[in-house]
């Protein structure tokens, strides 16, 4: 099929034309071929039952890259993509026939055969399916080429001819060597996936005989042009498992186009491929002004002369490398040493921006979607919370209607595990009336939602559905506190009452101390959410406070006889019940006449203070504690002013006296003063206990101390820089120095006087903080 005027024909028979996926020269070289050919019907590799969306394709807000996706019925979790970019072959034979009434239909094995039995991927070394072939890769290693993406674009993308019909037909060649050399190339599901696309060819033929065109990849084309028999492609279709499926366009990514992120017909350059399509006429000059706008934008001094002349760089590069034109090897060459200083940190700026990019694709309204996406996107557009492939942060002031529904929603798909927003740390407010996000809209959220479109139609009625099956299943405290706290946060009120009957019948069984320790800050934090969110929350109170109660009983001969690792394990949790406590409301006050969820809350009362405070001083001065459980609870006691300094100082002298072990002395110090507690300050303002540490270290044996040695610099090590300069320079200086006198037994604390003159040294700094006037 040929038309007169055209240089040359292509073989008798339809027009077989085999493509490189996302090959701009290939679709390129694909419309020419058609509007020379022009057939009645296209025939596209793709799966058949996508043969419905066709016209889809057509409409004005469908704006490429997008991707049929087919995802099984009944589990929506196994699906598969057919991606499509602007510069795709199948996108532009597929807008081609669309454009000139052509009849279109995809020829590929159905997705219900496809998702029914997915082919294997190999190991590392083709095991199981022999050695994988990629026949872009071989023809270049034939060519004397070290680059399969460098021939490519040498002998297809930067080259052009007269004849559309020349490229197939050497590249047909080309690959029914490699056919012949190879045969199904490690992908033995391509012999049935051929079979299917030869008996929906000769379907075709029927109907409109030769005038017709296959546009698929190059490497089915030698067997599509294979004789065969009917009875031997039905053969190898026969007894093909099947699942039902649905499918639907969705919006795609160029970033999901790329290599990089694991598809297997991905490509290096995305970015680079849609401007070489979109832009035919002065690439290199257009890409560079690309490039030179984007690192403006980013601060950087490049102008117009910086272009000029990586332009003119880029062209003598291709000429010394013996290059038809400036690939993108050369432009990434001319950029980094014209624009970007020889340096490859721009660089990487213009590979991750502009080479492979963030384009998102998307798809018109009418496209078939799961009832749960479509009460998805009526609740992105009603909270103008639009989906983006570029990934965005945002603030939540959840005093704000709008901003509390965002939030809201975007906890609701946490718990549906549709991952579009990850909670991020927030730079203002640490209140609970902020909430900072991190957004990025992945196609394979599409997969998520219809995943979890069986547990509702609406994404609350989903979502209080998934929490409450996860109530029921759940097996540990931890986990159902924790997913009390994301219903409270998801405002799922439906899902609480099962949650917390779960929750309260699993604390009242749980007898480890360790696991309520471990559950009871989640609980904390969920009364203050309840409290910004006008949540009644009465009885994830009262489940609370019986857990409070039980740790206050239980935590003391818990922490008793412990190793290492159990006690240092044990620390994290006396500090995360510490803080818990320090959250929990106190209830309902006599005079408060209101309903419990209506009490306004406050610190937590008297006697639960009380009654931890207590806890602290039990395992501080208990012998058969840990040392570094003794310490943390005299440095807790003594943040909160229960402990005066004249007994921390005792505790420690107790702790660093020499009949104590020197391991259990150092972890007493770990647990006083390590970690992100502040405890380098403590010991700069405090030089009382700095001279206990220092008189310790210096008492230690000799072959004790490299014992103690990783566990001193593990707790030294954590404070900031400054602080550990300004130990260093206390415990150098000593009173022959002039500095303070160290602690002794007879002149406990700094010194013998108050130093005067170096008292009388602030105040003149201190009246202009205060904006005072020294006195005359």
């Excluded at 009944?74 to 807008?95: H, I, K, N, V, Y």
């Excluded at 599901?189 to 075709?204: G, K, N």
């Excluded at 009526?378 to 942060?393: D, F, I, M, T, W």
Aim: hydrophobic share 45%; with cysteine; net charge negative.
């Amino acid at each position: 099929m040929t038309r007169p005027d055209a240089p040359a024909g292509p073989a008798p028979g339809p027009l077989l034309l085999g493509v490189r996926h996302h090959g701009p020269g290939s679709a390129r070289a694909v419309a020419a071929a058609l509007d020379a050919g022009r057939p009645k019907a296209v025939l596209i590799e793709g799966p058949p039952e996508a043969d419905a969306l066709v016209a889809l394709a057509a409409d004005q807000e469908m704006r490429p890259p997008v991707a049929l996706l087919a995802h099984a019925v009944d589990d929506p979790g196994r699906a598969a993509f057919w991606p499509m970019a602007e510069f795709s072959p199948e996108w532009t034979a597929l807008r081609w026939a669309l454009d000139h009434g052509a009849e279109v239909r995809f020829v590929d094995l159905p997705a219900a055969h496809t998702l029914a039995a997915p082919e294997p991927a190999p190991d590392e070394e083709g095991r199981g399916q022999g050695p994988r072939v990629d026949p872009v890769a071989e023809l270049a290693r034939a060519a004397g080429y070290d680059d399969a993406e460098r021939w490519w674009e040498d002998v297809v993308e930067l080259r052009g001819t007269t004849d559309p019909f020349a490229p197939f037909e050497a590249l047909a060649e080309a690959m029914g060597a490699l056919r012949e050399a190879y045969g199904h190339g490690g992908h033995p599901r391509d012999l049935v996936r051929e079979a299917y696309m030869r008996l929906s060819l000769r379907a075709a033929r029927k109907e409109y005989g030769d005038d017709l065109a296959v546009v698929c990849g190059a490497w089915h084309v030698p067997a599509l042009r294979r004789a065969t028999t009917v009875t031997a492609d039905r053969a190898l279709l026969k007894g093909l498992p099947k699942v039902r499926t649905e499918l639907t366009w969705v919006p795609w990514t160029h970033r999901r186009l790329a290599r990089r992120s694991g598809y297997g017909a991905g490509i290096d350059a995305p970015g680079w491929y849609a401007h070489l399509f979109t832009a035919p006429d002065r690439p290199l000059e257009r890409w560079m002004t690309k490039v030179a706008g984007l690192l403006r934008a980013e601060d950087l001094p490049v102008s117009s002369a910086h272009v000029i002349e990586a332009v003119r760089l880029a062209d003598t590069l291709a000429a010394m490398r013996g290059r038809p034109l400036a690939g993108l090897g050369e432009t990434t060459d001319a950029i980094r040493a014209v624009m970007c200083d020889g340096s490859d940190v721009p660089l990487d700026l213009v590979r991750d921006r502009l080479v492979v990019g963030d384009v998102l694709g998307g798809v018109p309204d009418g496209a078939p979607a799961v009832p749960l996406q479509r009460d998805l996107a009526r609740l992105q557009r009603g909270l103008r919370l639009k989906p983006e492939a570029e990934p965005r942060e945002l603030e939540l002031d959840l005093r704000k209607d709008n901003d509390a529904a965002r939030s809201r929603l975007l906890h609701r798909l946490r718990l549906l595990g549709v991952d579009w927003g990850t909670p991020a740390a927030g730079r203002g407010s640490t209140g609970t009336f902020r909430e900072s996000w991190r957004l990025r809209w992945e196609p394979e959220l599409h997969v998520q939602v219809a995943e979890a479109g069986v547990w509702g139609t609406t994404v609350e009625a989903a979502a209080t559905a998934r929490a409450e099956a996860r109530a029921v299943a759940a097996r540990d405290l931890a986990a159902l506190t924790a997913l009390a706290e994301q219903c409270l946060l998801a405002g799922l009120t439906d899902a609480l009452p099962a949650v917390l009957g779960a929750l309260a019948d699993r604390a009242a069984l749980d007898t480890d101390v360790a696991h309520l320790a471990q559950a009871l800050p989640a609980l904390a934090r969920s009364l203050r959410y309840g409290d910004v969110r006008a949540t009644d929350t009465t009885a994830l109170r009262q489940v609370a406070a019986g857990l409070a109660a039980r740790i206050c009983v239980g935590l003391p001969p818990a922490c008793t006889g412990l190793d290492t690792d159990a006690a240092t394990e044990m620390r994290a949790r006396l500090d995360d019940v510490h803080t818990a406590i320090a959250l929990l409301p106190e209830g309902p006050r006599a005079d408060d006449t209101r309903p419990a969820s209506q009490s306004a809350p406050a610190p937590a009362g008297p006697p639960l203070i009380e009654r931890w405070a207590g806890v602290l001083r039990r395992l501080a001065g208990r012998e058969r504690v840990p040392g570094v459980l003794r310490g943390r609870a005299a440095r807790l006691l003594l943040d909160e002013g229960r402990l005066g300094e004249d007994e921390a100082a005792r505790l420690m002298g107790l702790a660093l006296s020499p009949g104590t072990p020197p391991a259990d002395a150092a972890a007493w110090i770990e647990g006083f003063v390590g970690g992100a507690s502040g405890g380098g300050l403590l010991l700069v303002h405090d030089e009382r206990l700095l001279a206990l540490v220092d008189g310790w270290l210096g008492s230690v044996p000799a072959d004790a101390f490299t014992d103690v040695l990783p566990l001193l610099r593990r707790t030294f090590s954590a404070y900031e820089p400054g602080v550990r300069r300004t130990l260093g320079e206390l415990a150098a200086r000593g009173p022959a120095a002039g500095g303070p006198a160290r602690a002794t037994a007879e002149t406990p604390g700094f010194a013998t006087a108050l130093d005067q003159e170096r008292a009388d040294g602030v105040l003149p700094l201190l009246h202009l903080i205060l904006g005072t006037e020294a006195p005359a």
